[in-house]
């Protein structure tokens, strides 16, 4: 493992950097009260986050894509969740202790996600990260969004280093897919939004780490002065 030789750290948002379960199943219990067949459990949706709305409409109503109904229903989930947007979301333990280490290191730090910027940058804007992310990818930046490398060859530029000197971290297997075919140092988080049936230690990660807690100190240990 390298020693000390990464410039930035770049997140995945959801699950990874920000738990924002309690927002994203909030709107959700709202979809399945309004427009299905009532509340389902909370750790059952939990894992279905990392699918995006459109699963979650379907797992709610039993509605399919390609439905007229499927996308009116997309939309009116987004808009449920956009008006608590921020209000219960938190960093993962330790998360905004290590960006503090790594702008105090003269380390850079970033966010690709494959959420849209409508939700992105109002979500980061209120977390309480200092310095603020000195770049922010979501597929409205680009053609191919993760599992494509182009979100984080965009982050490496804004950033104005290369990939191979940069870490990504993600909770699901097409984060793992963009950081490796970008040439990134990869971290597969186990504490996100895994399904039952994933296998964080199969998805080729150059490394695998079980808590935020853990990940804050190897980012910690990789920038500090001895």
Request: net charge negative.
């Amino acid at each position: 493992m390298r020693d000390r030789g990464f410039e930035a750290f770049v997140f995945d948002l959801d699950g990874t950097l920000v738990d924002t379960a309690s927002e994203l199943i909030s709107a959700y219990r709202t979809l399945c009260i309004e427009l299905g067949g009532g509340e389902k459990p909370f750790d059952e949706a939990r894992k279905l986050i990392s699918h995006g709305s459109g699963r979650l409409v379907t797992e709610a109503t039993g509605i399919e894509e390609g439905d007229p109904r499927w996308e009116l229903y997309r939309q009116q989930y987004l808009d449920w969740y956009e008006a608590v947007l921020g209000t219960t979301a938190t960093p993962y333990n330790g998360l905004v202790d290590a960006v503090k280490v790594l702008s105090n290191n003269g380390k850079k730090w970033g966010v690709v996600t494959n959420k849209f910027r409508r939700f992105a940058e109002p979500l980061m804007a209120s977390m309480p990260f200092d310095p603020p992310a000195g770049s922010l990818v979501t597929p409205c930046d680009v053609v191919m969004a993760k599992p494509h490398p182009e979100p984080i060859f965009l982050a490496a530029k804004e950033l104005a280093i290369s990939a191979e000197d940069m870490v990504y971290v993600g909770d699901h297997v097409r984060d793992i897919q963009a950081g490796n075919a970008a040439g990134c140092f990869t971290i597969a988080v186990k504490y996100g939004y895994i399904e039952d049936h994933d296998e964080p230690e199969q998805w080729g990660a150059d490394l695998c780490i079980e808590t935020p807690e853990a990940l804050s100190q190897w980012i910690q240990e990789q920038v500090s002065c001895p």
